[in-house]
């Protein structure tokens, strides 16, 4: 069965850098077959694709956070990292990865996700 | 950037009755309409996709129909797990897949 798992500090300073991993079991990036994503949700509101990666394939970003988002990968360990610079207050929210779109199949959508977890920027 | 537009913000549904739910997408999307299911302090759960198919294990309770830009998810019968936030989604503009801000399906 898939499962992702976020995990990472829950506190990042303003203008620093947020990092997190989402550590995959039940299939394996490395197998280049589906693209991995991070989505993510400030409080009380609605979702927003940060980017997706397919290893050996590309990688994708919202072209709102392109300049400061970096989405790699561990193949050693099977994990999805994600980095964000020069956090702001804006940043805010519950991240979360999922298994994205399998390899040119159009079946874009988003399935299963990781129960997430909440990274809160402090001034 | 494709915006998906959801109505309303809020249902107040009593059990046993049918909730109907919009999404709107401000260009065709054709069928690449997703429809996710969140709880509170859950990660949304994928119910529906290309707008009218039913994701593994998603009870027949649960229908999706429309295309092009006017898409509805309808709940024929409420249960109390039901009573949840819904997300729709376009996946037409790859790969930037936006989401709608959301439904609230309330106890009436």
């Known amino acids: 069965q898939l499962q992702l798992q976020e995990s990472g500090p829950g506190l990042v300073k303003a203008s620093e850098t947020l990092s997190l991993i989402c550590t995959v079991s039940?299939?394996?990036?490395?197998?280049?077959?589906?693209?991995w994503a991070w989505i993510r949700q400030p409080p009380g509101k609605g979702l927003e694709w940060i980017g997706s990666?397919?290893?050996?394939?590309?990688?994708f970003y919202n072209p709102s956070l392109r300049s400061r988002v970096t989405i790699s990968v561990d193949l050693s360990r099977n994990h999805l990292s994600l980095q964000l610079t020069s956090v702001t207050d804006m940043d805010t929210a519950v991240y979360y990865c999922a298994r994205h779109s399998r390899l040119n199949s159009g079946n874009n959508w988003f399935d299963p996700w990781g129960q997430g977890t909440l990274v809160t920027v402090s001034s | 950037e494709i915006v998906m537009t959801q109505s309303p913000a809020t249902l107040s549904v009593s059990p046993g009755e049918r909730a109907t739910l919009s999404c709107r997408a401000s260009?065709?999307?054709?069928?690449?309409l997703a429809w996710y299911q969140q709880k509170p302090g859950q990660a949304p759960r994928l119910l529906i996709y290309g707008a009218s198919t039913r994701a593994t294990g998603i009870p027949a309770r649960f229908s999706g129909s429309g295309s092009g830009t006017d898409f509805t998810l309808t709940i024929s019968s409420l249960q109390s797990e039901d009573f949840a936030v819904y997300f729709c989604q376009q996946y037409s503009d790859w790969p930037l897949g936006t989401f709608g801000l959301g439904t609230k399906v309330e106890i009436k």
């Open positions: 260009q065709s999307v054709s069928s690449k």
């Open positions: 990666m397919c290893h050996g394939v590309a990688t």
């Open positions: 039940g299939d394996f990036i490395s197998a280049g077959t589906y693209y």
